[in-house]
Each structure stands twice: as C-alpha cells, then as structure tokens.
C-alpha cells in the first residue's frame, strides 16, 4: 500500500512540475502560465482570419492596436513575443529590446488604406541610434502593393508617418536581427533602413511579385551605418537586389519634375558612410538588378561580396555615383569608395523588356580606391555585354585586381569584350588565372579579353597565366592609353590571324611592353602604337 501511495505521489509531483500549457487552447485562455515578459498574441485578443500569401486580398480583423499594445510592454523591460497567427494590421512599432518570433506558417499582411510599413521601429532617427537590440526570426511579411492608398514607387524617406511604405522600417537602430523571414510584395523597398549598426540579414526570401514597380527593393541600406552581415538570402526584386547607398537620391528629386516640396525624394539626412558590410550566399531569382553601391561623396569602405549566384535582368553589380545624372545624389560627388572585394561571382543576365544603358554584368563608373574581382565565372552571352565594364571619363581605379576569371561560350556569332575600359582611368590593372573557351572554335570571333577605348587611361597592365580559346586578341587598344604592359604564361589559340596585342592607337605610345613564355600563332603584336621597348622571349 504504501509503495502505491509512492508511486501516485511521484506522478503527480512531475506532472505538476514539468506540464505545459495546452497549445490548442493557449489563444483561448488568458490564464496560461508564461514565463514573465513572453506574450502570445492570441492570448491578448489578436484574431487569426487573414491570409498571408502572395496574391492574398482577404484581410479579415484589424488587429493593429491588440498587437501595438502587447509590443509597447517593451517601453518598460525587455519582452519577447511569440506571433502565433495570421494578422493584418495597418503598422506597428517595434521598440528596443524587443524578440519577436513567428511560429510556422505565422505572420501579417499590410491593410488597405495604409501607407505605412508593417513593422517599423519606435524611434526613428538619422543622426543617432535611438533604438536598439531588435530581433525578428520568422514569418511571412506581405506587404500589399495593390494597396490603393499607397503612393507606389519611390517615396520620402525622413517623414516617420509617411515613409518608405516597405515590408520593414529601420531608421536608427543598433543591433539589428531580420532572418529566417520571407517578404512579399513591399510597395517600395521590402526592408529599408539607414543609421543602422551590429545587423545581421540571415535566410531571407523577397520576392515582389507579378507585375512589380520600379523601386521594388530587396534589402536597402542608407548611410550612417556599419557593422553589417547579409546572407543565405534569396531574391526577386525590380530594382536593386541589395542597395548599400551612401548617397540616395537627391532630396529635391521631384522639384525637377515640376512637383511640390511635400514629394521629396529622400532625405539629406539619410546620407552618410557606410562600411564594413559582408554580403555572402545570395540567390538572385529574375531580380531587375542585382547588388548596387552607390556613394557620391560619403564614404563606403570594406565591403565583401562573396559566392553570388543565380541571374538578373540588368546589372548583377553596379558600383556608381547615380551614373545616369550624376548630380541628383544627395551628397554629388565622383563616389569615395575605399576596398570592394568580390568573390566567387556566378551570375548570369538575362535582358528583360526593359534594355538599361551600359548592360554589363559588373559595372563601375565611380571612383574606387582598390577593387578586387576573384573568381568570376560566365558562362551565358544572348546579351553579348562585358563581363566587367569600367566607364566614365570622371571614373577612376586606384588599383584593380581580376585573379580568376572563367568563361565558357557555346554561342557562334558572340561577340564580347570580356574586360570594357572605357573613358576611365586605372592606375595598376592586374589580370590573372584566366580561362576563355569558346566551344565553336572552327567559327571567326572577335572578341577580346581586354578592350580599351574612348581615351582611357591605363598606366601599368599585368597578365599572367592567361589561356583562351577561339577569340581574337588578348588586348584591343583602338582609341585608349596603355603606358606599361608586362605579360607573361600566356596561351592563345584559334584566333584565325588576329594578334593577340592589338595596340592600334596611333596617338598614344606603350612606353614598355614585355611578353614572355607565351604560347599560339607567329603573330604577337600589331597596330600603329608605338612601343618605346620590347623585351621578353616572346620576341
């Protein structure tokens, strides 16, 4: 008798102990125990009777002021808030020390007659972090770009009423966490912030939807922030993919358009610098373009772009000062960028309806203190643009570096200029590790490796271990300066009697030019440059 006794009480004591609320009655009960500053919105009245995906129109309840109040707990001690349903809601405000984690299948669509974001933070701010310590894991964020009442497109950044109309809003804010979230369908940008520090993007899906509008941003960031990690994201957007903007477009955009000071573009205010930002493992899926940096005067420094795959429309990275009016950046300037390091790059452009100027696959037109291009592979050309295209007569290259560069065309008629400098100015250009290999070798191709034109500027050009296969030339000078050429471990084959150094600027001298341990046809050197000296074994 007494060991049952035993026995009973045992089970109890643990049962007691060790039970946990019943979840298929927690949104029904208010009486539940939780840990102290967790909150499950069901259980403050939240309604789940909206649906979330892409092409949803059924809003069901506003839950917006339930859940703005379970989310202002925060004002007084750090809470975490687990969103266990599906909610539409008008906006709310996040404040400092706030978790929030979507359970599976969980999170909110953006109401009709609203022009604010889904989720923004309190306190917005351009020259302090006035927030801090946000986290957002989860969920699935639409944000209902059918909206009647959104002004689509591009839209002020400054008024904290009236923003950016995007999925998420972060103007000010240190210790930032957005991952294992997907968001649909933002108005403007699908994640927008400036002033922000210690972020961290992780496992992130955007995609836009049908029918998308330009300015349909991916994951943007304005100046005045640093400390920052993209990565395992995936991407359909119809502007830039992942924007890092020192200098956002200038405020009184609109007054050029013959519209009212209340248009403004973007703030003065949101402009800054920007640096050490990682972007690493990223999908683009059919976005417009891919990565943009864009710095008029502000400086952008330390920025790593590492294993992009996938393709776009446009440009896959572009690096400029607003190339296409130069001075409507709030900030003007020919760009202040210090080290861009880019890495395994494997994105292919496929041209949508809309044709940009200058289609390349990685486009510089700003000024860039160092550039560092590793392993950059190709392998689609319907487009025939450059693989790497550096313009502008204002643009200037500190130094810059292509170690890795692997090309494969399958396409008969192809014509590309793999490497384009044109008008800009580079004073160290190394090129390494090179493979180019066209497959219908049997067909004359006049393609080039390096093609510089339009007075360019080039002071010392380096080749090493270069091999292609079925293309003209090596280089292509017609109309640019090239001062000192050292070139050397270099095989080129079935190039149908084209040399492999065309320098054919009459008006500019190469002051030096050594080949050695090269390997393809008697031809080596043609065209009306002078070369002062001649050296290596290839002569």
């Known amino acids: 008798m007494k060991k049952t006794l035993l026995i009973i009480l045992t089970v109890m004591v643990f049962t007691t102990s060790f039970s946990q609320p019943d979840k298929k009655h927690v949104k029904n009960s208010k009486n539940v125990n939780v840990p102290e500053n ?14 979330i995906g892409m092409n949803s129109v059924t809003f069901g309840t506003d839950n917006t002021s339930v859940i703005q109040s379970v989310l202002n707990k925060a004002k007084t001690s750090p809470i975490t808030v687990y969103w266990d349903g599906k909610y539409s809601v008008t906006g709310l405000k996040i404040y400092s020390n706030t978790t929030l984690i979507a359970n599976a299948g969980c999170g909110a669509i953006l109401r009709n007659h609203s022009d604010k974001p889904l989720i923004a933070n309190a306190n917005h701010s351009f020259e302090a972090r006035k927030d801090s310590n946000i986290v957002i894991i989860g969920g699935i964020w639409n944000g209902n770009y059918y909206n009647p009442e959104i002004r689509q497109g591009a839209q002020s950044k400054f008024d904290n009423m009236h923003g950016v109309v995007s999925c998420f809003r972060f103007y000010g804010v240190d210790n930032l966490t957005v991952r294992d979230a997907i968001l649909y369908k933002p108005a403007t940008y699908a994640l927008a912030a400036a002033n922000i520090t210690h972020v961290l993007y992780e496992n992130i899906i955007v995609d836009v939807g049908p029918d998308p509008l330009i300015n349909n941003d991916g994951l943007h960031i304005d100046g005045n922030s640093q400390y920052g990690v993209i990565r395992h994201c995936i991407i359909n957007t119809h502007d830039d993919g992942i924007g890092l903007n020192a200098d956002d477009l200038y405020m009184y955009f609109n007054e050029k358009q013959g519209l009212s000071g209340k248009d403004a573009f973007y703030t003065e205010a949101s402009a800054g610098p920007i640096s050490d930002i990682l972007i690493d493992d990223i999908t683009f899926n059919s976005s417009l373009f891919g990565i943009r940096i864009l710095s008029g005067k502000s400086r952008v420094d330390r920025i790593t772009i590492r294993n992009i795959k996938g393709y776009t429309k446009g440009y896959a990275l572009v690096i400029d000062n607003y190339q296409h009016d130069p001075q409507l950046p709030t900030w003007a300037g020919p760009g202040n960028i210090g080290t861009v390091n880019v890495e395994d790059f494997d994105v292919a452009i496929h041209p949508g309806k809309i044709k940009m100027p200058n289609e390349s696959c990685i486009n510089v037109s700003t000024n860039v203190e160092q550039l560092i291009l590793k392993n950059i592979k190709r392998k689609f050309f319907a487009a ?49 590790n090179v493979s180019i290999r066209r497959t219908q070798t049997d067909i004359e191709n006049n393609s080039v490796l390096l093609k510089a034109k339009s007075n360019c500027n080039i002071n010392t050009l380096q080749f090493n271990r270069i091999n292609t296969d079925g293309i003209a030339s090596l280089i292509s000078n017609t109309s640019g300066n090239i001062t000192i050429i050292n070139a050397s471990n270099l095989i080129h084959t079935n190039a149908f009697g084209h040399f492999p150094f065309f320098l054919n600027n009459g008006k500019s001298d190469v002051k030096a030019l050594t080949i050695s341990n090269f ?12 070369i002062i000296r001649k050296s290596g074994d290839a002569f």
């Open 38 to 51: 967790v909150y499950y919105l069901s259980m403050f009245g939240a309604i789940s009777d909206a649906e």
């Open 384 to 432: 025939e643009e450059p693989t790497v295209y550096i313009r502008g007569k204002n643009t200037v290259i500190g130094s810059m570096e292509i170690d890795g560069y692997y090309s494969i065309d399958t396409t008969k008629q192809s014509k590309i200029d793999h490497i384009l400098v044109e008008g800009a100015s580079i004073n160290q250009l190394s090129i390494s």
């Open 519 to 530: 390997y393809g046809s008697d031809l080596i050197v043609g065209g009306t440059s002078k």
